[in-house]
């Protein structure tokens, strides 16, 4: 058996009905490679959270099937530990963007045989304020279309639910004032959107900045500035590539850095992975480098 002890975690409520499919596909391949394996199932939210806290510790892996919400409490129950598992990621949600960043195959059993025949990959986590990222910070714009997401629409038309809400949100943001400290450095102005990214995707979509690595011991950031719409649009479904010279005449800036503080005139509700929280800005952003190691193919 490749690992003595081993935990997977699942939420039913994940994948627009696909659980028994996607058990159905993951559970022959990861079972025999496992002498002890606990299987436990998400019921509310916090339990993935939980579950990694409690049994982390005693795992040699931890699988989650889920979407980006569920892996996002396993990042957050697993990053504090003393004793980190190896951490493997099966795409069983709507968009499943940190799986993309990874490489990992989007149908669940070609996933589950890429990892228990893959390799270990150290990665970078964020952590704001005590939370922890994976994928993406987020305050503006992104954190708006989140709020404004429609759960039918979401389960009925994945990826583009986010864009249908991304238009609904764009005509009602007026902006904000912002400062921007990165490793020595400081930028301030008005923005509709501030990312600070560790993934490469969200909503499905490929993010056109450059350099966007989640082992590098840096965090992107992206200031989306006096963007019009249609800048916006195809930023987000890659018509077009960020440049300098985009950057220069959208109003896009792209930089890089391993510290941030982020403050904003008034406080704004933050987004952490698509999971929004109550906790607002001022924010201070660091990257903890190889924090985690995951499972990704070959």
């Known amino acids: 058996m490749r690992w003595k002890k ?15 499919r996607n058990l159905e596909g993951c559970l022959p391949v990861i079972a025999p ?40 409490e396993c990042v957050n129950g697993l990053s504090p530990l003393a004793k980190r598992p190896l951490f493997g990621v099966l795409p069983g949600g709507t968009c499943n963007d940190f799986s993309r960043t990874l490489n990992i195959p989007q149908n669940v059993r070609q996933a589950a045989e890429a990892l228990v025949n893959g390799k270990v990959r150290p990665i970078d986590i964020g952590v704001a304020n005590d939370v922890y990222f994976s994928n993406f910070w987020g305050i503006g714009l992104v954190s708006e279309t989140s709020n404004n997401i429609d759960d039918q629409e979401k389960n009925r038309f994945g990826k583009i639910g ?9 005509g009602d943001n ?81 930089v890089q850095g391993s510290n941030l503080t982020i403050e904003t005139k008034t406080p704004l509700d933050v987004d952490m992975d698509g999971e ?12 903890l480098e190889h924090h985690l190691s995951v499972l990704t193919p070959s």
């Not at 990694?52 to 889920?66: A, K, Q, S």
């Not at 929004?276 to 990257?287: C, D, E, F, H, L």
């Open 6 to 20: 081993g935990m997977l975690i699942y939420n039913e409520n994940a994948g627009n009905h696909k659980l028994a």
């Open 33 to 72: 490679q496992i002498d002890e394996f606990l299987i436990m199932k998400t019921k509310e939210k916090g339990d993935a959270h939980r579950f990694c806290l409690e049994y982390g510790e005693e795992m040699d892996v931890v699988f989650v099937l889920g979407g980006d919400g569920t892996v996002h």
């Open 162 to 170: 986010y864009l249908l809400s991304a238009i609904r949100t764009i």
């Open 174 to 254: 007026d902006g904000f004032q912002f400062k921007v400290e990165f490793d020595g450095k400081q930028m301030e102005g008005e923005a509709l959107m501030i990312l600070v990214m560790n993934g490469s995707f969200i909503g499905t979509n490929v993010l056109p900045f450059p350099m966007l690595n989640p082992d590098d011991g840096k965090l992107g950031v992206a200031i989306l500035e006096n963007a019009n719409f249609s800048t916006f649009l195809e930023l987000i479904t890659m018509k077009r590539e960020w440049s300098e010279n985009l950057g220069s005449n959208s109003g896009v800036t792209y």
């Open 276 to 287: 929004n929280y109550s906790s607002q800005t001022p924010a201070g952003i660091k990257v």
